[in-house]
């Protein structure tokens, strides 16, 4: 998705008018399926079966539904399945800042050396991970944390460590521990968690302005608590909270600026740039929205002119340094992909999920080995070298950070758990028709109460975004009515869908979603087909560079990667501390190099690629880990030069891009591109060779 593109969102009044509903002519066949296509959904009214937003908050457009709804599948729940056998389910072991011993999360005057925002970071997506893949030990270690959490508030309703700056009290450190309870009580239903946020949110109104919010990361941060308020509002109505909201808006970062942000903080911008759309469910103010937007846009206008979903901040975006080779932290990319998912819900918008899965396949995985018992801190669209040494000024850090290393951040080393289990929770979501809509595609089940209330099933099998077909089967006690949603990606030309294989008659060239009405019965399938093309995206401020894609997927020379290890204990960055008794080799760090040239610009006709590049399908992985050169499910043969100009610069960097065209001696070779988000080595912003 462009910046272009991006715009289309405020023309389109950037919520999209509850008027446009029908963006297509509605057709009935033989088997009775109803079928158009639609801008979004039509959110008048409310969903019987699940949460909605209380008045006076605008209702949403999706409805998430309660954690534990989706079951997931294929390469999705083998990721989650590597999280819980590598870093995340293990970092109760190793990391110190997850002890049990003098922790300040364990301690009811919130008293302890070890104690801020690691273990909810952590949990919020250990936990999650555990109720999604049903694993009892994983259940019972969440549940010790939060029954800690639950008995140990305080007479003033406060809880967690006992963090002051200034003499004020921190909060960003409860703000992810609220989002944890949240999931506890949609999965357990645990009587005590109400009660217990009812408290807390009271001692919150109860501070004075002056003293509220005053530190640097609570105060950019302030609308993940607002969330939480909400939540809590949509369950019991109390008309505090929403003075609370109002408090915690005006108490916030101006993240409304017309041509400026508050600070330019890498994983602040991520997660903070959607607080005045999350205001807005309140204000009603077109104006709260638009700020979302038009934030979206800034960063992405100055920093974001590169493909993957993300923009070059490194630790903090800085003026000049704008290259493809500028990377993003690990914690941006996860709450780069949370934003994304809670701004579908809002605004039935579905730029948001092309932005999350743009993240998701073509940045994400790369941050990680494949095994996820390493990441690095920082991640770039073109990056040649992956390792220990110091690369100050060419980023932003000095230090360690390019390197994967079980211990090269504490922030990202615990928050990266909800990246892989989020994307799954949110792939499905209700309408308010009482229907369900697919917006996420992946390979899994939701269970869900539709129509009259009856509760089915429906599973999807893909391997998508690999593949074109996505199928689903019903699985229902008895024949309910109820509208089923495919999102229509913007990439895609031609979609095309079926019923129990019979072809549905519905233009969808008019509209985002397709909206399939029918007495369903058990057992009936769906097909979705969204075909594929090759695509090139000249990033024009960028040096006239170019990214290509193929369906959701960009594409990135396939560079060998030459693995070292790095010493565990001496790379393990600052406080970021193993615990007494782990044992380091089980957890190695690793250096990687570049085996193979990396320098090309390609040859390439960008009106036409299909008649450059083409087209190689492999064989699915064995291991259902499509997310590595090795595994790289579809490859993409095209013709470059080596560009001997383009060299590793003075801090260690792939340097520059060189401007485009870019003349050369050097003969054509043949060119390998593979999935980007397997890629740890990676060039993915081309020069264009004359």
């Not at 009935?28 to 109803?34: F, I, L, P, R, T």
């Not at 010790?144 to 009290?169: C, K, M, S, T, Y």
């Not at 790369?366 to 060419?394: E, I, Q, W």
Request: glycine share 8%.
């Amino acid at each position: 998705m462009t910046i272009k593109n991006s715009i289309k969102l405020i023309r389109r009044e950037v919520c999209l008018s509850v008027a446009m509903i029908c963006a297509g002519f509605a057709t009935v066949d033989a088997q009775g399926v109803k079928a158009t296509t639609v801008a979004t959904v039509d959110n008048k009214g409310a969903n019987a079966f699940y949460v909605n937003n209380r008045a006076p908050l605008q209702r949403q457009y999706f409805t998430k539904l309660p954690t534990g709804s989706i079951e997931a599948g294929g390469w999705l729940k083998k990721m989650m399945e590597l999280q819980r056998d590598g870093l995340t389910g293990n970092l109760g072991e190793i990391s110190v800042w997850l002890s049990k011993t003098n922790n300040a999360w364990l301690n009811k005057e919130g008293k302890g050396e070890y104690g801020w925002e690691e273990l909810p970071y952590w949990l919020k997506g250990y936990a999650d991970i555990a109720y999604t893949l049903k694993d009892k030990k994983m259940i019972a270690e969440t549940k010790f944390w939060i029954d800690a959490v639950l008995n140990n508030q305080r007479d003033n309703g406060d809880f967690g460590p006992a963090v002051e700056h200034n003499g004020n009290r921190d909060l960003w450190t409860n703000m992810p521990m609220l989002w944890c309870l949240q999931s506890y009580y949609e999965y357990t239903k645990d009587p005590r968690v109400i009660p217990f946020m009812t408290k807390y949110f009271k001692y919150e109104l109860a501070t004075p302005d002056n003293k509220f919010l005053e530190d640097y990361w609570e105060n950019s941060r302030g609308g993940d608590n607002m969330l939480s308020v909400y939540w809590l509002y949509n369950r019991t109505g109390d008309k505090f909270l929403l003075d609370l909201a109002t408090k915690l808006d005006k108490n916030t970062a101006d993240w409304r600026q017309a041509n400026n942000l508050p600070n330019w903080h890498n994983v602040n911008v991520a997660q903070c740039f959607r607080e005045p759309a999350t205001y807005y469910l309140q204000s009603h103010d077109k104006k709260d929205l638009d700020a979302t937007y038009n934030d979206f846009k800034l960063i992405r206008d100055i920093y974001g002119q590169v493909p993957g979903g993300m923009f070059g901040a490194d630790e903090n975006a800085r003026k000049g340094y704008d290259d493809p080779r500028q990377a993003v932290e690990t914690c941006g990319l996860v709450e780069q992909m949370t934003s994304d998912q809670m701004l579908l819900g809002n605004t039935g918008d579905r730029f948001w999920a092309e932005n999350c899965e743009d993240v998701a396949f073509n940045t994400f995985p790369a941050a990680f080995m494949p095994d996820y018992r390493a990441l690095r801190y920082l991640t770039a669209p073109n990056m040649v070298v992956s390792d220990g040494k110091n690369h100050h000024p060419g980023i932003a850090n000095e230090g360690p950070f390019l390197m994967m290393n079980p211990f090269g951040s504490r922030c990202c080393q615990h928050n990266h758990a909800a990246g892989w289990v989020y994307y799954a929770e949110n792939s499905w979501m209700a309408t308010p028709d009482n229907g369900v809509a697919a917006l996420l595609y992946t390979e899994g089940k939701v269970n869900a109460k539709v129509g009259n209330g009856t509760a089915v099933s429906i599973a999807e099998t893909s391997h998508y975004p690999f593949q074109d077909q996505i199928n689903f089967t019903v699985t229902t006690p008895k024949a309910v009515d109820f509208p089923l949603y495919l999102r229509i990606p913007e990439w895609c030309k031609g979609a095309s869908v079926k019923v129990n294989g019979v072809a549905v008659d519905v233009n969808t060239s008019t509209g985002d979603y397709i909206r399939l009405t029918k007495n369903w019965k058990n057992g009936d399938k769906v097909t979705l087909q969204l075909p594929m093309q090759l695509k090139v995206k000249e990033w024009a401020k960028n040096k006239n560079s170019v990214s290509v894609s193929y369906g959701p997927l960009t594409y990135s020379l396939k560079i060998e990667e030459q693995y070292t290890k790095g010493d565990n204990l001496k790379d393990a960055q600052g406080d970021s501390h193993w615990q007494q008794g782990a044992d380091p080799q089980k957890w190695p760090s690793y250096n990687i190099y570049a085996a193979s040239p990396w320098n090309y610009g390609l040859l390439i006709d960008e009106q036409h690629p299909e008649k450059s590049i083409e087209v190689i399908h492999r064989a699915w992985p064995k291991d259902n880990n499509p997310f590595s050169n090795a595994n790289a499910p579809i490859e993409l043969k095209a013709k470059g030069k080596q560009l001997p100009g383009w060299k590793i610069d003075e801090t260690g960097l792939c340097g520059v891009l060189p401007q485009s065209p870019v003349k050369t001696a050097e003969p054509a070779k043949e060119l390998t591109l593979v999935p980007m988000g397997g890629a740890r080595l990676r060039i993915s912003a081309f020069p264009v060779a004359e």
